[in-house]
């Protein structure tokens, strides 16, 4: 499956974003989403998973109330609602797409087979 994510930008603290990810290729087979992001100078690191269903959900703790993710599976898309946005959220978000018969909510990055390119998100104090 093939990723391409958007939707990033520049927002004032406590500002919102919505960040989407779409899916092309063989997008019927089951797979849980994640998102992740990456700092300037720093590893990537796990923001939040969904199962193939969006029913289960998983998340970060620093991004826990804050940030929802929720899947279209007709569109096959998923998206990334970031609310409360803090200065130390801004990275380079990358969603990700494991392909996998359970719910594995903390896959870490090396399981994930498929990649979208990163969408910049900066948050200004």
């Known amino acids: 499956v093939q990723l391409q994510a958007s939707g990033g930008g520049l927002v004032q603290a406590g500002g919102s974003l919505r960040l989407s990810c779409k899916a092309s290729g063989r997008t019927a087979l089951s797979y849980v989403m994640g998102w992740f992001r990456q700092a300037p100078g720093k590893e990537r690191v796990f923001v939040g998973a969904?199962?193939?269903?969006?029913?289960?959900?998983y998340y970060e703790d620093s991004v826990k109330g804050r940030f929802t993710m929720s899947r279209d599976n007709a569109r096959a898309t998923v998206a990334l609602q970031m609310n409360s946005l803090k200065p130390e959220d801004s990275a380079v978000y990358h969603c990700a797409a494991a392909h996998r018969s359970r719910w594995y909510p903390t896959l870490p990055p090396g399981e994930y087979e498929s990649w979208g390119q990163g969408t910049q998100v900066t948050v200004s104090s």
């Open positions: 969904l199962d193939w269903t969006g029913d289960n959900g």
